[in-house]
Each structure stands twice: as structure tokens, then as C-alpha cells.
T-cell receptor, first 109, second 112 residues
């Protein structure tokens, strides 16, 4: 079967670094996405990894290990506006997106 | 931002009534999706379309039907609304099968 897990909630301090983990199990894999979703809004695309390694995009980086079924999203220099839910999704063999339940990130001053 | 709009944005309806939600895109993307989002669950796929008049079921399709008579519009119909269909519904579009999805602003549906 297919499964994807991420922590329900995390808390971090403004200016700090936080790592949000995502693990998945799938019979077919075509990449992993991270999205940001502010409360009451639509998810917005952050990153896509299909090969192992780290992809850096400004303050946000995403890492993938296909052999371990593991990804993380790294947020640096946290700002209050980063308070949101972060959704990971893997793309299965049929190119459908399988979504985790999301990690609610709370930033404290 | 991708040109994708959902209507209505909010709706309250009674149990047993039919409801249609509309998704309209101006990006000419081939793939369109309807998801529902509920607390404690990830986005769950209801139905999707891979072209005009080409649709298929997702994991939670019971009680829902869709139609796509032209590229830009994808309609989701709840044939007879139930309280379990109270949810936030998101439409998404993708240019190709392996690219990122862009989401509409969502429709909050309450079935009373």
C-alpha cells in the first residue's frame, strides 16, 4: 500500500532553523513535493525532488533519500510569516499525488 | 499566479440536495483535479480529468460525479449531499502529469 507520514505539529522560534520530516512507503515513486498552506488558503508549491540530495531555494531547502523513503524540508531564518502548515506529497507510479496530513508549524517570537 | 478560480467560495446546503462546484482555469492545462481536505487527513482525491470528457475516479469518489465539457471548466457534483461531505474542496491543475499542481482558493461546503 501507500503511506506518507509527517509530524502533526512543530514549534520553533523566530530566527531559528526547523526541519520538517516526511516518510513514505510506495510501490512506485516519481518524485516528492512540498507545499505551504496558510490557514484558510490554498496550498502553494515550494519544492520538488526526484533525485537524492539537497535542493536549496533561498531560505527553504528540501532533501530526498529514495532508498530510505525519507524527505525533509529545512526552513532557515524563520519569520513569523512562515507560520503555516507544510504538506508533503509523493507522486506514485500513476503520477497521482499522495498527500500527508500536513505539519502545522508554529513560530514564536 | 496560475489562473484558477473556484465558485462558490462558501456554500451551506441541506442534506439530500444536489450541489455543483465549479473550477475554471485560464492556463490551458490538461489535468484537473478535485480534492477534499478534512482535519487529520491529507488532501484526498475525489476525481480527476486528463482531457475534455476524460475523467477518472480517485480514492473517495462515492457520492460525487464530475464533468469536463471544455478544457477550462471542471465541475464537481454532489448528487445528494450528506453531512459527511462537509469539507473544504480544492480544485487543482497540472500542465503535464509530472509537474507541480496549482490550487484554487477552495470552496468551504457545509451540509446541514
Amino acid at each position: 500500500g501507500q503511506n506518507i507520514d509527517q509530524p502533526t505539529e512543530m514549534t520553533a522560534t523566530e530566527g531559528a532553523i526547523v526541519q520538517i520530516n516526511c516518510t513514505y512507503q510506495t510501490s512506485g515513486f516519481n518524485g516528492l513535493f512540498w507545499y505551504q498552506q496558510h490557514a484558510g488558503e490554498a496550498p502553494t508549491f515550494l519544492s520538488y525532488n526526484v533525485l537524492d540530495g539537497l535542493e536549496e531555494k533561498g531560505r527553504f531547502s528540501s532533501f530526498l533519500s529514495r532508498s530510505k523513503g525519507y524527505s525533509y524540508l529545512l526552513l532557515k531564518e524563520l519569520q513569523m510569516k512562515d507560520s503555516a502548515s507544510y504538506l508533503c506529497a509523493h507522486m506514485d507510479s500513476n503520477y497521482q499525488l499522495i498527500w500527508g496530513a500536513g505539519t502545522k508549524l508554529i513560530i514564536k517570537p | 499566479d496560475a489562473g484558477i478560480t473556484q465558485s462558490p467560495r462558501h456554500k451551506v446546503t441541506e442534506t439530500g440536495t444536489p450541489v455543483t462546484l465549479r473550477c475554471h482555469q485560464t492556463e490551458n492545462h490538461r489535468y484537473m483535479y478535485w480534492y477534499r481536505q478534512d482535519p487529520g487527513h491529507g488532501l484526498r482525491l475525489i476525481h480527476y480529468s486528463y482531457g475534455v470528457k476524460d475523467t477518472d475516479k480517485g480514492e473517495v469518489s462515492d457520492g460525487y460525479s464530475v464533468s469536463r465539457s471544455k478544457t477550462e471548466d471542471f465541475l464537481l457534483t454532489l448528487e445528494s449531499a450528506t453531512s459527511s461531505q462537509t469539507s473544504v474542496y480544492f480544485c487543482a491543475i497540472r500542465d503535464t502529469a509530472n509537474t507541480e499542481a496549482f490550487f484554487g482558493q477552495g470552496t468551504r461546503l457545509t451540509v446541514v
